[in-house]
């Protein structure tokens, strides 16, 4: 039974996450994503489940940044999780008594429309996650009144759900990934993504074209790009790639050699089946029968034989 | 006068970032990014200052997010402020006798080090904005021993600086745009940056290659791009990008005239003076006198005069 | 009555495509494609009419090299004229008795097969066109028993047609342009083709993929490329592009002045209707319409009003 | 001793070509280009030596053609000869005579301010090849008082120099390559050139622009782009490319490869070393140990090793 750590405490959506990608895994619940990563890459635990964007806010800088500077780890799975939000509060409140809400900033720009509607006059404080939220709700001399938070928080800490689904759009989702220390990567599916972190050599004008023409000239198609700022002043970044296929593919694993040859560092940060099942569009003359042929051709030709 | 809007309290870098912009302003804080954006927007002021990027944090999501999707405004400056961290208490308090440090997130990201060194034992909690924490330390009976924060929000709030420079890095800088609702633009000064929003028609694979095709093809080099989530789920996203010249250039406006026409909507933030004052290089054929002289040469074939 | 010059003497191909792109123009026969050319710039004629390339032999060089280095004409109409060979002699002479055919080099490769076949034994001897030869043969001491020429040729000559279409392809296709002084333009038909020549400014590694990108990113399709020595060299020479729309287009312009400001020299050979009146697909974003909106839009955004 | 078959007769510009190249060649001139190289294919000789191009004329299409379609041969050198005409004639004839001058239609454009100049009268031939013209001249009843031709067809057919380098320009050159059955390849030199033919899979908008970004992707500068008709009709090409590099070098296999992969059918024609000795530029992240390192650090990737 392997031991996961995660983003907690107990009833963060990222527990339910862990929940549904390896239900009977030991759960190690950590205060930061930090720490979660810092477990799997110590040993303290097997691997670490950790929220990396959400359909609204974005991607979660943390996590990028942890998997561009960190001890390397390994994307080995994904989930995209619906994500609903509830009013917990203590058992005997009623909405029209809470002057002070608590939750994660993500929560209060994703409920800003109920927010405005129903709690009008509350004050609303930032709290470092949302279930950190419910938990300090739960305590008895709380200063605040109700947390915003996803379901299974409440249920964790004793909390009563005042209201369900009170974000602005039913329709919110955050991506998840599980990760690993380094090993064996997950087979290729035939509908797999892979993930890379790619800094620059030197960032001349069309340095980003030319990587993205490494993908684009091998039919390999980018679903995500971010860009982070690589520490050395404004106008540096760096880059985390997104793009359909597993390194094992031809097409895949040609276009990141390219990238390393181009680039300067080229951190491969793991190839694992989507999410969502979706089977990339094989542009012609790129699947892996296609370039085992041309290799035997190229080899031909070198010899002579034509 | 103008009166200028920005992220306060009193006391934040932003403030520091106003006065640098406009040392004779009347200054206006408000509570949060939107509210200060929104200021300018109704006319309560006649403009607003805030973030945009900082050089260890990277995009400041809340702006590029307000400028993407709120009434449109125009940004007419920009300043490089170099972000140096003090850490700030109550008159009599000493190092050791610190158990809880106030400030916001970034801030205890880039003070890891010496918080680890020197505050190994406080409990480190996250504020809204670091003079949100210098305002609540300074209250008599905050929870709170220390805040870290901006020297300046120290002086505002009556906090003494303990130690000073504090950050891991002496180079960290943030960007601040100076924002006003749309009207006139700077003139162009030869070094000049524009910013733009661009929502994609359909999201087919290599739609981001024909974005930069459309700024390379004129010579026009992207000094920043960022993603953020269009909100319609995982894997739609839109794009904010920075790129060198000003939209009276002649190279400039064909390439954004190209992104308005091939994408489904292309959003103008600006044109205005690079802080940096660096200017760009000209590739062959993209100067305003090739450009003019190329138009002649076209309306003469078009008469068929050749 | 227009007065067309063109590749003579009577009874050539170019005659043919005259006739069918004028029936009613005064016909003047020349020696030569730049003596034809020479009597439209001079004003001798009003016009010339040329073979441009043939669909088996390729390009007429001398037509390419004339277009490029010569007075300027321009193209104002192009026919596609199934080229037939015919074995023409004078009456009297059978097949057997047939030791010594004459006639253009480009007869002998398209009719190779026919020639193994039924005139094993015959000296073939090149020609300078078809019509020469069928001249020659006419003549009551020619030492050649038999031309390879146009059944026009024959007819001209007093030649009897031994075997008709004995080209080795049914289907070979010469394509003519007609030509006269610069002047107003043909309109634009929806299905209109354009002819360049460019020069490149320095011969650097890429050029021609940075010329091909003006064409690609304004969504206009080359359907030829012809690339001829500049005569500084082996290894240096210049470009001749087909390519869908007319100069009045406002993609085509556009490209074609990206092409003139990046480039040594464009020399402009005119716009005019397609023989094949096929219409060009219109890639998102590249029509008229869509570039009128664009330029509106963009003035608009010059003027601050966002 | 390697006999070696070329475009005949004795006295041509390619026996020069052939002496140069192999200068204890036993050599067996041919009628024609087909001819030579039918006799490299057949085994009538070892190999056979044709011109490819020349900085005035431009390709040799019958050259170009008979490598595209005729039975593989794969080109081992090349040579730059520069070409200078000289006007022979019968010993006794002077120039005042010369009423009918006989040479080949390249040799007639190259010389064509001499003639204009010196022969103002003179009515000139078309001949074959500038050799033929020699040897006709050189005949008792020739019908022609001068050829145009290479110093060494004058002494071959005993005809006197009137006049020597004639031509318009002095700078003029003629490429020349030497051909043989497939095999083992030269030994890469780091000066070399390769050779291909290129068919499209299926002509789409946009297919030269996707050739040419699977050399330039990997860094590999074409020398030479030629376009020939596939017979299929006009608007239908196929593609001679030169370019910089070996088949055995790293980049050079990749995109080969890549052609291979995305176009209908490529033919190498050879790799060999440069007659001009230039090294190529080799781009960052495209040279042999780049590549093999990058292979290297794919293979760990691959096994999870990062």
Known sequence: MPRLAYLGPEGTFTEEALRLLDPTAERLPCATVSAALNAARSGDADGAVVPLENSIEGAITTT??????????LINAE??????????????TEIP???????????????????S????????????????????VSLPGSPYDAAIAARIAGEHYGLVELAGDIGDRSDTVTRFV??????????????????????????????????LTEFSVRGVNLTRIESRPTGD????????????????????????????????????????????????????????????????????VRAGQV
């Open 233 to 300: 002043g404004i106008g540096r970044y760096f880059f985390h790639f997104d793009f359909e296929g597993h390194v094992a593919d031809a097409r895949v694993g040609e276009a990141i050699a390219g990238l390393h040859r181009i680039c300067g560092e080229v951190r491969f940060l793991g190839s694992y089946p989507r999410a969502d099942g979706v089977a990339p569009q094989i542009k012609r003359g790129t699947s892996d029968p296609e370039f085992a042929e041309a290799g035997e051709w190229l080899a031909k």
């Open 64 to 73: 990028l940044d942890e998997f561009a500077w960190g001890e390397p780890l």
């Open 97 to 115: 008594h809470i002057k002070r809400v608590y939750t994660h900033p993500a929560a209060i720009t994703q409920c800003r429309a109920y927010i």
């Open 117 to 136: 509607r129903e709690l009008p006059d509350a004050v609303v404080v930032a709290a470092p996650s949302t279930a950190a939220a419910a938990q300090e």
């Open 79 to 92: 989930l995209l999780l619906p994500v609903q939000f509830s009013l917990l509060a203590r058992p005997g």
């Open 178 to 211: 599980k990760v690993s220390r380094p090993g064996p990567l997950p087979e290729a599916t035939g509908s797999d993504r892979t993930t890379l972190v790619v800094f620059l050599a030197d960032d001349h004008p069309g340095a980003l074209l030319e990587m």
